[in-house]
């Protein structure tokens, strides 16, 4: 049994999160509480396996009282987050401070999503809540912001036998965010190839967790924007309104987002970016499958395989959620499976 603590100002929504949450034999919502201050004392009286957490509450707001049970008492936390780029800021310090997820704020609509709302509250939960809180070394964030340096022409990108790797493909989902915080900022300011990256988000999250990428990095880290040429030494974060690809024109690599729903569940789409990169980089690309749910990224770490790349999985003991690594492994897939902590220099090294 999964004992949750439900956090909302709102008596529509923690009726709302617990009514959705009770209706699985696995989950028990052991009690509620109305703002920051209540959580912290209950979250040291009644132990829960974990949080659902609001972000805007009277008395004690959400982030401070994740900074509190962070230290006093910690547990794995969910974020309740707005959709709005200014609710993607916070929820992003949310994962900073150590919240392994988020859901969308606007369950409080109860539209017609509500069953695919539920089942995927509900997965995060027992997914999650079994896990608990993984214990890793903190972030070591560069000192002084990053110096800016002049622009510099980068010649159009070659076809060469020079290089085994053209380019690393990275895809992530839950707990990717705090991963991908360990792994970018160790990336030397001359690393010869582009990064792209699947981060499941919403659509106004993946623009501030690029930005907050790029000043914690020594390359230059954004939103890919369609068209865009892909140019060594620069990590391109695929948005969240849609899948992105990344295709050939003669010698040159550009980016080709699609705002279609397709076939693919998650947006964006894993799979999709790993094939594309295959496709456009044959025998020359890196794909690199981190913490999160389900199985994103299994088909496309097949198709790097087939067509002569080579792939590392995160292990099992450095993940919030080991599902996407453990498909790829499991699929036999994976070259290497490496700890968050030694991921960069991996990388590094295999390029």
């Known amino acids: ?23 699985d034999p696995e989950i028990k919502v052991i009690g509620t509480a109305r703002d920051g201050v209540e959580a912290v004392q209950m ?54 401070l150590g919240a392994v997820d988020f859901i969308p704020k606007n369950l409080a609509e109860l539209s017609v999503n509500i069953v695919k709302i539920k089942g995927m509250l509900i997965d995060k939960i027992k997914t999650i809540g079994k896990r608990g809180l993984v214990k890793r070394k903190p972030v070591i964030k560069p000192a002084e912001p990053k110096i800016e340096v002049p622009k510099v022409e980068i010649p159009k990108t070659r076809i060469t ?86 295709k050939r024109r003669g010698i040159e690599t550009f980016v080709s987002i699609s705002e279609d729903r397709e076939e693919f569940i998650y947006r964006p789409s894993v799979d999709v970016l790993m094939m594309s990169v295959a496709e456009s980089y044959p025998g020359r690309t890196l794909g690199v499958i981190l913490t999160g749910m389900g199985n994103d990224g299994a088909k496309g770490c097949r198709k790097i395989k087939e067509t002569g790349g080579r792939v590392f999985a995160q292990n099992e003991e450095s993940c919030v959620v080991y599902g996407m690594p453990r498909a790829v492994v499991e699929a036999g897939l994976a070259d290497k499976v490496v700890s968050l902590e030694e991921m960069a220099g991996e990388i590094i090294n295999a390029v």
């Open 161 to 246: 036998t020079e290089r085994k790797v053209g380019i690393v493909s990275i895809g992530t989902s839950t707990g990717g965010p705090k991963a991908l915080q360990e792994i970018i900022p160790k990336l030397p300011k001359d690393f010869p190839v582009p990064v792209v990256i699947a981060q499941h988000m919403p659509p106004n999250f993946t623009k501030p967790f690029a930005e907050r990428l790029d000043q914690l990095s020594q390359l230059s880290v954004k939103e890919a924007e369609e068209g865009e040429p892909i140019k060594p030494g620069v990590v391109y974060v695929a948005p969240g309104r849609g899948h992105m690809r990344i």
């Open 1 to 23: 049994m999964i004992k949750v603590l439900v956090v909302d100002d709102s008596a529509f929504m923690r009726k709302a999160i617990t009514a959705m949450l009770q209706e």
């Open 43 to 96: 979250v040291q009286e009644l132990k829960p396996d974990i949080v659902t957490l609001d972000v805007e509450m009277p008395r004690m707001d959400g982030i401070t009282a994740l900074k509190e049970i962070m230290q006093k008492c910690p547990v794995p936390v969910i974020m309740v987050s707005s959709l709005t780029t200014e609710g993607a800021k916070v929820t992003l310090e949310a994962l900073e």
